[in-house]
T-cell receptor, first 115, second 114 residues
Framework: GAVVSQHPSRVICKSGTSVKIECRSLDFQATTMFWYRQFPKKSLMLMATSNEGSKATYEQGVEKDKFLINHASLTLSTLTVTSAHPEDSSFYIC???????????FGPGTRLTVL | AQSVTQLDSQVPVFEEAPVELRCNYSSSVSVYLFWYVQYPNQGLQLLLKYLSGSTLVKGINGFEAEFNKSQTSFHLRKPSVHISDTAEYFCAVSDSNSGYALNFGKGTSLLVTP
C-alpha cells in the first residue's frame, strides 16, 4: 500500500509554455500533499504544502503565480509550471500523506526540461 | 527553526563491510526523523522512521538507525552492505512548527564497490 504516482515522468517543452504535473495517491486518501524540487546532486527543497480543498502554502521564495498548485480531491494534486523558462528545468517530486503528521510517501518524480 | 546536517557527502565502502551514515538535527520541539533512499532518476523510498518509543528503529533492506536525543543524532547503520545499496541517502526531520513538512539534509552518496 501507500503508492504515489506522478505523470508525466519526463517532459520537454519550449520556453514560454505551461506544463502540468499530476500527483496521485493510488491506494489511500491523502489529506496533505507536498511538492519538492530537486536540482542535480542536490537535496530536495520544499516548494509548497497543499491540503485538500484549501489553497496551497508556499515556501518563501517560491512564486505562487508561477507554480500553481491545486489539490481538488483526496487523491490528486497538480502542479502547473506557467510560462516555463530554462531555469525551471528540474526534477519535481511530490509526496502524499494521510494526515499532515503522517509518513509521506513519495512519487517517482517528473523530469522537466525547458528548451 | 529546525535544521538537518548530514556530515558526509560521500561514503565509499567495500561490499560486505559495515557502514554508518551520520545525521544530526536541531529543533526547538519534538521531532519526527526519517531516512530515505533515492536511486538514480527515481523518487524517494522510506527506509525507516522514528516517531516515538524505542530509540532503535529497524527498517527495510537491513538498515537500522538509533535516535539519540542528547546528541541530537539519528545515524543510519547497516552491518554488511551490498552493491545494490549504492544510492543517495537523505535524512529528514519534521515537527509541528513546520506543519510536518520534511526538511531534508543535503544527502550522502553511498558507493559500494566489490
Amino acid at each position: 500500500g501507500a503508492v504515489v504516482s506522478q505523470h508525466p515522468s519526463r517532459v520537454i517543452c519550449k520556453s514560454g509554455t505551461s506544463v502540468k504535473i499530476e500527483c496521485r495517491s493510488l491506494d489511500f486518501q491523502a489529506t496533505t500533499m507536498f511538492w519538492y524540487r530537486q536540482f542535480p546532486k542536490k537535496s530536495l527543497m520544499l516548494m509548497a504544502t497543499s491540503n485538500e480543498g484549501s489553497k496551497a502554502t508556499y515556501e518563501q521564495g517560491v512564486e505562487k503565480d508561477k507554480f500553481l498548485i491545486n489539490h481538488a480531491s483526496l487523491t490528486l494534486s497538480t502542479l502547473t509550471v506557467t510560462s516555463a523558462h530554462p531555469e525551471d528545468s528540474s526534477f519535481y517530486i511530490c509526496s502524499a500523506s494521510r494526515q499532515a503528521r503522517d509518513t509521506q510517501y513519495f512519487g517517482p518524480g517528473t523530469r522537466l526540461t525547458v528548451l | 527553526a529546525q535544521s538537518v546536517t548530514q556530515l558526509d557527502s560521500q561514503v565509499p565502502v567495500f561490499e560486505e563491510a559495515p557502514v554508518e551514515l551520520r545525521c544530526n538535527y536541531s529543533s526547538s520541539v519534538s521531532v519526527y526523523l526519517f531516512w530515505y533512499v533515492q536511486y538514480p532518476n527515481q523518487g524517494l523510498q522510506l527506509l525507516l522512521k522514528y516517531l516515538s518509543g524505542s530509540t532503535l528503529v529497524k527498517g527495510i533492506n537491513g538498515f537500522e538507525a538509533e535516535f539519540n536525543k542528547s546528541q541530537t543524532s539519528f545515524h543510519l547503520r547497516k552491518p554488511s552492505v551490498h552493491i545494490s545499496d549504492t544510492a543517495e541517502y537523505f535524512c529528514a526531520v519534521s515537527d509541528s512548527n513546520s506543519g510536518y513538512a520534511l526538511n531534508f539534509g543535503k544527502g550522502t552518496s553511498l558507493l559500494v564497490t566489490p
